[in-house]
């Protein structure tokens, strides 16, 4: 195996194993909606920006590599596809690179699946807390406003004590 092809190889096997860290960090995500307090979600957050960042470095090195080896075999690098890659190497660097494909594939339907569950369920859990709030806001009458000169003003309550 050549250098550049070993260098792919072990590229792809980190991403692979940056992407299963980030599908498991998403699904601590879900699992911990209305149970963990808002300081550990945001480390969680934190956490997945991490792992994004390192797979995106990873990913700029994977497309040099390519380029070079696009170089080298004397191919646009904009058609070397890693599906030609592995159609042009030996079958047992083919089969190990073939495995990092298809494990990629899917880890990253799972991510985006499992991200769009998380949005949604985050999004639903917004819409009630500021729903909640702007309940609270009005039946308590602190809901201040500007004035037209932009002074601070306060609203009086928009529920009369009555329906209380």
């Not at 998403?26 to 957050?45: D, I, N, T, W, Y």
């Not at 690098?77 to 073939?98: F, H, K, M, N, Y």
Request: aromatic share 2%.
């Amino acid at each position: 195996m050549t250098p550049l092809l070993e260098r792919l190889t072990a590229i792809l096997h980190q991403e692979v194993k940056l992407h299963e860290q980030l599908r498991d960090l998403l699904e601590s995500e879900a699992q911990s909606f209305g149970s963990v307090r808002g300081s550990e979600l945001l480390q969680l957050q934190v956490s997945k920006q991490r792992h994004s960042r390192k797979i995106e470095r990873l990913e700029r090195e994977r497309l040099q590599v390519v380029r070079k080896l696009a170089d080298d075999w004397d191919v646009n690098p904009q058609e070397l596809r890693l599906r030609t890659i592995i159609a042009r190497v030996e079958p047992e660097q083919a089969d190990d690179l073939r495995d990092c494909h298809e494990h990629l594939t899917q880890l990253i339907t799972e991510i985006r699946e499992q991200a769009d569950r998380n949005s949604a369920e985050a999004g639903a859990r917004l819409h009630s807390v500021e729903t909640a709030l702007r309940f609270m806001v009005e039946l308590h009458g602190h809901q201040q406003t500007y004035s037209g000169v932009g002074e601070l003003q306060h609203a009086g309550s928009k529920i009369a004590r009555t329906a209380v």
